[in-house]
């Protein structure tokens, strides 16, 4: 079964400076990556994805990750953080398209983000 | 172009009784998937409904069931309600069901089920 774990329950970080959340996945082929953010009551809102190609995906709202495919990681990551950033974090795999798992998304615990000033 | 919508956005109902929570999908996609968000599971899938079919059906007890009727909108209902649904119920919409790896699911704000 394709998994993900978020191994931080909380990360905090000062305004301004680079913050990273991580995340590991573990699946049988390639993986299809994605990072979603939840704000208080809200939804989720997709941040960026990984399907393959470069390592380094640019995403919404000056976020980015990087694939490691050696180190089975996807971590996000930002150069300057805002109080604005706040938020609940949440890495996630698709299920491969092969294995006819359709849109199905296996999430992670989530990362609770928080930047002070 | 419309977001996901989800209503009613909040609701509370008593142990017994049954819910239906209703989600329109963006224009265009054809898929929805609905989501369970608690603070002790996290967020699990319950199913994925395409072309008014279920594809795919999380680990869920009978009492969770849905449909999708034509225009791609969705309903999931819960019978029989118990303390433990007490949820986020979150529905996301894809353009399609396969083919293509490059498609997101988009979220709507969901729909908060409290069960007293």
């Known amino acids: 079964a394709q998994s993900v774990a978020q191994p931080e329950d909380q990360v905090n970080v000062a305004e301004g400076n680079p913050l990273t959340v991580k995340c590991t996945y573990s699946?049988?082929?390639?993986?299809?990556l994605f990072w979603y953010v939840q704000y208080p009551n809200r939804g989720l809102q997709f941040l960026l994805k990984?399907?393959?190609?470069?390592?380094l995906v640019k995403g919404s709202y000056g976020f980015e990750a990087e694939f490691n495919k050696s180190q089975t990681s996807f971590h996000l990551k930002k150069p300057s953080a805002l109080v604005s950033d706040s938020a609940l974090y949440f890495c996630?795999?698709?299920?491969?398209?092969?294995?006819?798992?359709?849109?199905?998304?296996?999430f992670g615990t989530g990362t609770q983000l928080k930047v002070e000033l | 172009k419309a977001g996901v919508t989800q209503t009613p956005r909040y609701l509370i109902k008593t142990r017994g009784q049954q819910v239906t929570l209703s989600c329109s999908p963006i224009?265009?996609?054809?898929?929805v998937s609905w989501y369970q968000q608690t603070p002790g599971q996290g967020l699990q899938f319950l199913f994925e409904?395409?072309?008014?079919?279920?594809?795919n059906k999380g680990n869920f007890p009978g009492r969770f069931s849905g449909r999708q009727f034509s225009n791609s909108r969705s309903e999931m209902n819960v019978s029989t309600l118990e303390l433990g649904d007490s949820a986020l119920y979150l529905c996301?919409?894809?353009?399609?069901?396969?083919?293509?790896?490059?498609?997101?699911?988009?979220f709507g704000q969901g729909t908060r089920l409290t069960v007293v």
């Open positions: 996301a919409s894809s353009l399609r069901y396969e083919g293509s790896p490059n498609t997101e699911a988009f």
């Open positions: 699946v049988s082929g390639n993986p299809y």
């Open positions: 990984y399907i393959t190609g470069d390592n």
């Open positions: 996630a795999v698709r299920d491969h398209i092969l294995t006819g798992g359709g849109n199905k998304l296996t």
């Open positions: 224009s265009g996609h054809r898929s």
């Open positions: 409904y395409f072309s008014e079919t279920q594809r």
